[in-house]
Protein backbone atom coordinates (compact mmCIF):
# COMPACT_ATOMS: atom_id res chain seq x y z
CA UNK A 1 0.00 0.00 0.00
CA UNK A 2 1.02 3.38 -1.03
CA UNK A 3 1.97 5.81 1.91
CA UNK A 4 1.01 8.79 -0.28
CA UNK A 5 -1.70 10.67 0.68
CA UNK A 6 -4.14 12.17 -1.94
CA UNK A 7 -5.39 15.66 -1.37
CA UNK A 8 -9.64 14.92 -0.92
CA UNK A 9 -11.63 16.75 0.83
CA UNK A 10 -13.87 14.28 3.62
CA UNK A 11 -17.19 13.73 2.28
CA UNK A 12 -19.02 15.94 4.77
CA UNK A 13 -21.53 18.59 4.36
CA UNK A 14 -21.21 21.36 6.84
CA UNK A 15 -23.61 24.03 8.15
CA UNK A 16 -22.45 26.96 10.11
CA UNK A 17 -24.79 29.94 11.60
CA UNK A 18 -23.61 33.86 10.98
CA UNK A 19 -23.28 34.81 14.83
CA UNK A 20 -21.64 38.31 12.90
CA UNK A 21 -23.33 40.16 9.72
CA UNK A 22 -21.44 43.82 10.85
CA UNK A 23 -18.44 45.88 9.31
CA UNK A 24 -19.36 44.43 5.46
CA UNK A 25 -16.55 46.19 3.56
CA UNK A 26 -17.74 48.94 1.36
CA UNK A 27 -16.06 47.90 -1.85
CA UNK A 28 -18.01 44.60 -1.36
CA UNK A 29 -19.64 42.75 -4.22
CA UNK A 30 -21.71 39.76 -3.52
CA UNK A 31 -23.85 38.26 -1.27
CA UNK A 32 -23.35 38.68 2.54
CA UNK A 33 -25.13 36.63 4.94
CA UNK A 34 -27.43 37.65 7.38
CA UNK A 35 -27.63 36.86 11.29
CA UNK A 36 -28.85 34.03 12.94
CA UNK A 37 -29.67 32.22 9.29
CA UNK A 38 -27.77 29.11 8.76
CA UNK A 39 -25.75 28.07 5.59
CA UNK A 40 -24.11 25.08 4.22
CA UNK A 41 -20.37 25.98 4.36
CA UNK A 42 -16.61 24.59 3.33
CA UNK A 43 -14.03 25.81 5.57
CA UNK A 44 -10.57 25.72 3.20
CA UNK A 45 -7.24 27.42 3.92
CA UNK A 46 -6.10 30.61 2.79
CA UNK A 47 -3.69 29.59 -0.23
CA UNK A 48 -0.79 32.18 0.76
CA UNK A 49 -1.48 32.85 5.17
CA UNK A 50 -3.04 28.99 5.52
CA UNK A 51 -5.58 31.16 8.03
CA UNK A 52 -8.77 28.89 7.56
CA UNK A 53 -11.52 30.89 5.95
CA UNK A 54 -15.65 29.86 5.60
CA UNK A 55 -16.83 29.37 2.10
CA UNK A 56 -20.97 29.92 2.03
CA UNK A 57 -22.26 27.71 -0.83
CA UNK A 58 -24.22 29.15 -3.57
CA UNK A 59 -23.21 32.60 -2.90
CA UNK A 60 -22.14 34.57 -5.47
CA UNK A 61 -19.04 37.51 -4.67
CA UNK A 62 -17.45 39.16 -6.97
CA UNK A 63 -15.00 41.66 -5.32
CA UNK A 64 -12.91 41.09 -2.90
CA UNK A 65 -12.51 36.89 -3.03
CA UNK A 66 -15.89 35.51 -1.54
CA UNK A 67 -14.78 33.85 1.15
CA UNK A 68 -15.00 35.00 4.87
CA UNK A 69 -13.58 34.93 8.78
CA UNK A 70 -14.32 31.96 10.78
CA UNK A 71 -15.08 34.35 13.88
CA UNK A 72 -18.30 35.02 11.91
CA UNK A 73 -19.77 31.53 11.81
CA UNK A 74 -20.46 28.77 14.47
CA UNK A 75 -20.42 25.71 13.46
CA UNK A 76 -23.72 23.64 13.85
CA UNK A 77 -23.73 20.50 11.94
CA UNK A 78 -21.13 18.18 10.14
CA UNK A 79 -23.05 15.42 7.64
CA UNK A 80 -21.03 12.60 6.40
CA UNK A 81 -21.97 11.81 2.80
CA UNK A 82 -22.08 8.37 1.37
Known amino acids: MSKVKLP ?8 ARCVDDSRR ?6 DWPMAQQVYPVRVLPNARTKQPQVH ?11 AF ?5 EMVAQVWLN
Open 8 to 15: TPLPVQQY
Open 69 to 73: APHRF
Open 56 to 66: VLGFYAERPYG
Open 25 to 30: PADYIG
